[in-house]
């Protein structure tokens, strides 16, 4: 037999309610951020799709550009027909180096090494000449990383790698190394000036 106690109701109620005022308010919470999360990633399509559009026609920019000066070059006398080539040659390689940076965004991890050969490819055929006895040597270790580190790391190395080529000398040398599996240093040098006699190198090495 079950018996209702008023008394004991009467203060059971208000507990009820509170509880059910509580789930209600969590589920609003919930709802909204939802909704939230949906207009984010929303957002964040429309900005790939814009990104993709904007690499897609500056590549297209490259090409009619460099289709220009090699049309410009067939009548030309052959000295500016030859600096015309290395011009259009130079664009096109550009075009190669901008693609390569923005290869990963689609991808989760890449393998640095790999990939760091391919762009300096790249730059070898954007920066040297046939003049230029130069070359970029790429040594270290087999490393896959994810592509939110690769690509800065891609964009540092191509930046050093310019900066080597217009006030150093020789041979590039970029070293890849793995302290521990979850330490790795990256460096490149080169046979230029160097760094002035009191500089100091302490906590100035790339960890990730």
């Known amino acids: 037999m079950v018996t209702y106690n008023a008394k004991y109701a009467g203060r059971l109620w208000p507990a009820i309610r509170q509880r059910h005022q509580e789930i209600k308010t969590a589920d609003q919470v919930h709802a909204e951020l939802l909704a939230r999360e949906k207009i984010l990633l929303a957002k964040t399509a429309d900005l790939a799709r814009q990104s993709e559009e904007f690499q897609h026609r500056l590549l297209n920019a490259v090409q009619m550009i460099a289709s220009l000066l090699s049309s410009q070059s067939r009548s030309a006398s052959a000295d500016v027909a030859a600096q015309l080539t290395i011009a259009a040659n ?119």
């Open 90 to 208: 130079r664009i096109l390689a550009f075009g190669h180096v901008h693609r390569r940076l923005h290869l990963l965004n689609s991808r989760k991890s890449v393998e640095f090494k790999r990939f760091l050969q391919l762009l300096c490819a790249d730059l070898s055929d954007l920066l040297f000449t046939d003049q230029m006895n130069q070359a970029i040597d790429i040594q270290g270790t087999e490393l896959e990383i994810s592509t939110t580190l690769g690509i800065p790391l891609g964009f540092i190395v191509s930046e050093l790698v310019t900066n080597s080529v217009k006030h150093g000398n020789g041979n590039i040398k970029i070293r890849l190394q793995s302290i521990s599996p979850a330490l790795h240093t990256l460096s490149i040098s080169d046979d230029g000036p160097g760094l002035p006699e009191n500089y100091d190198t302490e906590d100035r090495f790339l960890f990730f």
